[in-house]
């Protein structure tokens, strides 16, 4: 059974030189693809620089790890034993403004961008804004040229209504690589109803994750079986995976850079407040890439059979790679 783990927050390129003990817990969670974040305020040569350091360290531990540019790879690095890193950014600050760098950053193995990371940017609102202004006309134009270079739109910080905007725009199925539904664990970076049933119509895919901090109450494998098992029942099999939102190297200056970057000097809280504003203690039984099988496992004691639970951990996010990548 495949796994595919559509985020991984980890900073496995920088934040510690012996990258191994990360890498061999997602080798000792059987994940055959991870999407990973590559940067999140970065300019275009910061992130260029950021992509070097990736590819350094997928060359320093191939025995573990390589960079995936198709969904062949995908396959083809998974069946390997090893895991195929999909190469995606929580922000489109790369572009700096310019239309042409999408496929500049195609080409390099971008194939995922989120078009807003928690603050209002030149694409669109989002998801901690008090007023969302929706997709700017500068926004429809990266949405279509992601669309014709085969990058993954990814809405998860994305405001609510410049995510409907994006879905309504969008030619190509988008993605939530790692939120869950307001409707359960309310919170501005989980999705309405409305959200969702735009993504099922797109034929999107959400990944659903156990970052404690957007679970809310369903933090037990009892609870977050019981929230999947909420989302299949809403939008359908099709379009439920996973994206943990794990942090495995990371520290609190990775985290501060991760919530405000350079664009405030007062401290910025993210997905936490100022009385939770650290890391999140450990649910117990998914705290790291290790534990992947335990999500199988709750889903199968949910009452999910084979063919779904497959679905769930993985084929489906093959799948949408499968419709939404391109050679260029």
Same mark, same amino acid.
């Given at each position: ?42 300019? +275009? ?136 539904? +307001? +409707? ?145």
């Amino acid at each position: 059974m495949l796994y595919v783990d559509s985020l991984l927050c980890t900073p496995l390129e920088k934040e510690r030189i012996d990258h191994r003990p990360a890498l061999e817990q997602i080798r000792a969670g059987k994940i055959g693809c991870a999407t990973v974040t590559v940067g999140f305020w970065e300019d +275009a040569t910061e992130s260029m620089d950021q992509i070097v350091k990736w590819r350094n360290m997928a060359e320093d531990n191939s025995d573990l790890v390589e960079i995936a540019y198709t969904a062949q790879d995908i396959t083809r690095i998974s069946d390997s034993g090893r895991c195929a890193i999909l190469l995606g950014f929580q922000n489109v600050s790369f572009l700096q403004g310019r239309l042409g760098y999408v496929e500049l950053f195609a080409r390099m193995g971008t194939r995922i961008g989120q078009l807003t990371y928690n603050i209002q940017s030149d694409i669109g609102g989002s998801c901690y804004e008090d007023r969302d202004s929706g997709l700017t006309r500068y926004g429809k134009y990266v949405v279509r040229e992601m669309n014709r270079c085969g990058m993954v739109i990814d809405l998860s910080h994305v405001g609510n209504q410049t995510t409907l905007d994006a879905i309504r725009h969008s030619a190509e199925p988008v993605a939530i690589t790692h939120s869950n539904p +307001a +409707a359960l664990a309310p919170h501005p970076r989980n999705k309405p109803n409305s959200v969702l049933d735009a993504l099922k119509d797109n034929e999107g895919v959400i990944g659903l994750s156990v970052y404690r901090n957007i679970a809310g109450e369903y933090t037990t494998a009892e609870k977050w079986s019981e929230l999947v098992a909420w989302t299949v029942d809403r939008i359908g099999i099709e379009h439920v995976g996973i994206g943990t939102d794990f942090d495995q190297t990371g520290g609190m200056e990775y985290l501060e850079w991760m919530r405000q970057g350079r664009w405030a000097r007062e401290i910025q809280y993210g997905a936490g407040s100022k009385t939770n504003s650290g890391p999140q203690p450990r649910l117990g039984w998914f705290d790291d890439p290790s534990q992947f099988p335990n999500a199988e496992s709750c889903l199968r004691a949910r009452g999910f059979d084979e063919g779904e639970v497959a679905k769930i951990m993985g084929e489906n996010w093959l799948n949408f790679y499968r419709r939404t990548f391109k050679e260029l």
